[in-house]
Every structure is written in structure tokens, then in C-alpha cells.
């Protein structure tokens, strides 16, 4: 990624000054929602979203459509914040034994 590269060639300075504005919740949510599209490997052609929230745990909301969007599947799923990868793991689930990966292979 380019922050990645920014570290590398720019090194500590640049990493500590990134680290006083990560926070590890909100990394932890889109975490979870490029780990869900990584699944699928959709691109911006594909009609396909995911929204993580954190409240007393994770929610991972996601949708998927038809190009047309005649047909549209939406999934979610919600469990303990630690483990958001179980739920990227559930979703990706339901939204596969609905017919997503069928309207993904169709779009592209």
C-alpha cells in the first residue's frame, strides 16, 4: 500500500507519527469489510458493498446486485469484536448460499 511505502522509505518518524492517529477499532472495522470483498475479488464493476459497525461488538452488513440491480442479496451477521473474522466468515457464507458468488461471476 502507499502507506506502507511511506514507512519504508521515511521509517520510524513516520511510523510513530502514524501510530498516534491509528485507531485500532476502526482498523478493525475495515478490516473486516476488504477482507469480505478480498472473498469475493470484486472490483469497482461489480455492484457490492460491506459496512462494518462496532457496537458492543461487530456488525458486518454487506450487498450484492445484478449489474441491473433486478436482483440484490443483502447478508449481515454480528459477533465479539476479537473475533471479526468469524463474521467476515459467516457473511461470506450467506451471501454465497444466496446466490453471490453466482451475480459476481455474472458481472464480470
Sequence with gaps: SVADAVVRDAGRPVLDLLSAIDDPRTRRATDAERALSARFG???NVPFGALATLDRGITLHAVIADSDGRRIIRCEDRGDESRWNDVVDSVWKKLVREGGDTLI????
Design 42 to 44: 470484486v472490483g469497482c
Design 105 to 108: 461471476a455474472e458481472a464480470t
